[in-house]
Each structure stands twice: as structure tokens, then as C-alpha cells.
């Protein structure tokens, strides 16, 4: 099984909302990432997750707001969004994070906000 | 820093036509390379990759081939259907830093 998977696929959201983001993978791996990806753009790297731990942050705003579960699940908690914020935001996870390691992506959660 | 070049799109082409994308890079040490490809409406599919220098990655049908000395990655394939038609885009993971680093995508069109 070499499948990511997010959910919701669509999410509209006011301003005022409070919305989460889903991602599952099942292929044991222990690095796990949030991309954000406007339109005609390559992704952008939002978070990764390290063995369950937050190992990077691409100096996002707190209105967006990442958590680890367990080594299989990634959330991404959104808050307070703008309109510019609306994306395609791609989940995707690696063996481990290394130079070496491929990550594999799910297949988005489009997102609106209005 | 790292780098990656991709070519500018769109590219147009009929049906069992050669695609060549370009793809060159600038990284410290020795990169992974990386090709994916977007369906309209998807998420990035790992298409290809390779870890060292010579190696050659190939799937359904591409194939792309890590020249250090060119610093090159272009991908290639022999015939083109319509179904190939998306957005590719190449990365590398280089050195100690293991962030993605893409190139700003070609969009590819294959007609009938």
C-alpha cells in the first residue's frame, strides 16, 4: 500500500471558522509534511514531522496549526484564515526525512476560503 | 542554495510525438532528483527518481538520467499519448537540508 490519503477532498470556510485537515498513510513511514500549492505553482512547504515530532516550520502563520497524533495520522487545524490562504494543501510522507527519501503525496484537500 | 530549472511551458504535442522536458539544478553535495507529474485536479505522483550520479530512473514509459557534469535531469519519453498530458515538475533533496525543492512546473498538452 503506498497510498496517502486526506480528507475532506473540498473544504469551504468562512473567516470566522474552525476547520481540520486530515491526512492517513499506512506505509510505516515516519516523516510526514503539509505543502500548500496555489494555482498554476509548484507546492510550498508549509510543515514536517519528524518521528512524530514538528521539525520544521516554513515560518507559517499561527492561524495554521499542525499536529502529529501518531506516526500514521497528520491534522492540520486552520483558524482565523484569509481569503489568499485559499490552496490546494497537499499531505505527503517519506520513509524517514533524508536526501534519499522519496515522498509520496496524497491527493489534497482543495480549500476556500470566503 | 538549491535550485531547480525546469523549461517554460506550455509544450503542445500530437500524439506518439518524442517529449523532452528540461531540468537543470544547482545544489551542495550530491542530490536525490526527482520527477513528479499533476493531473489536473490531483495531487504530485512520484514519477521517477535517481540517487547518484549515471543512474537512470524510468516508469510507464519515461525516463531521466542524473548527468553531474551537465548538473542535468531531463525527462524523455519515446512516444506521447494523450493520457501523459498533465504538469511535471522536478525537485531534488540536496545535502543536509531535506526539503523539496521544486522547479516551477511544464505543463504538457497532448493532442489527438
Known amino acids: 500500500d503506498t497510498e496517502v490519503t486526506q480528507t475532506p477532498k473540498h473544504l469551504v470556510m468562512g473567516m470566522t471558522n474552525k476547520k481540520s485537515l486530515k491526512c492517513e498513510q499506512h506505509m510505516g513511514h515516519r516523516a510526514m509534511y503539509w505543502y500548500k500549492q496555489k494555482a498554476k505553482k509548484p507546492p510550498e512547504l508549509m510543515f514536517v514531522?519528524?518521528?512524530?515530532?514538528?521539525?520544521i516550520n516554513e515560518s507559517v502563520p499561527s492561524r495554521f496549526s499542525p499536529e502529529c497524533p501518531n506516526s500514521s495520522l497528520l491534522n492540520l487545524h486552520l483558524h482565523a484564515l484569509q481569503p489568499e490562504d485559499s490552496a490546494l494543501y497537499l499531505c505527503a510522507s517519506s520513509q524517514v526525512a533524508g536526501p534519499y527519501n522519496e515522498q509520496f503525496f496524497g491527493p489534497g484537500t482543495r480549500l476556500t476560503v470566503l | 542554495g538549491n535550485s531547480v530549472t525546469q523549461m517554460e511551458g506550455p509544450v503542445t504535442l500530437s500524439e506518439e510525438a518524442f517529449l523532452t522536458i528540461n531540468c537543470t539544478y544547482t545544489a551542495t553535495g550530491y542530490p536525490s532528483l526527482f520527477w513528479y507529474v499533476q493531473y489536473p485536479g490531483e495531487g504530485l505522483q512520484l514519477l521517477l527518481k535517481a540517487t547518484k550520479a549515471d543512474d537512470k530512473g524510468s516508469n510507464k514509459g519515461f525516463e531521466a538520467t542524473y548527468r553531474k557534469e551537465t548538473t542535468s535531469f531531463h525527462l524523455e519519453k519515446g512516444s506521447v499519448q494523450v493520457s501523459d498530458s498533465a504538469v511535471y515538475f522536478c525537485?531534488?533533496?540536496?545535502?543536509?537540508?531535506?526539503?523539496?525543492?521544486f522547479g516551477k512546473g511544464t505543463l504538457l498538452t497532448v493532442n489527438p
Open positions: 514531522y519528524s518521528y512524530e515530532k514538528l521539525s
Open positions: 525537485a531534488l533533496i540536496g545535502g543536509s537540508n531535506y526539503k523539496l525543492t
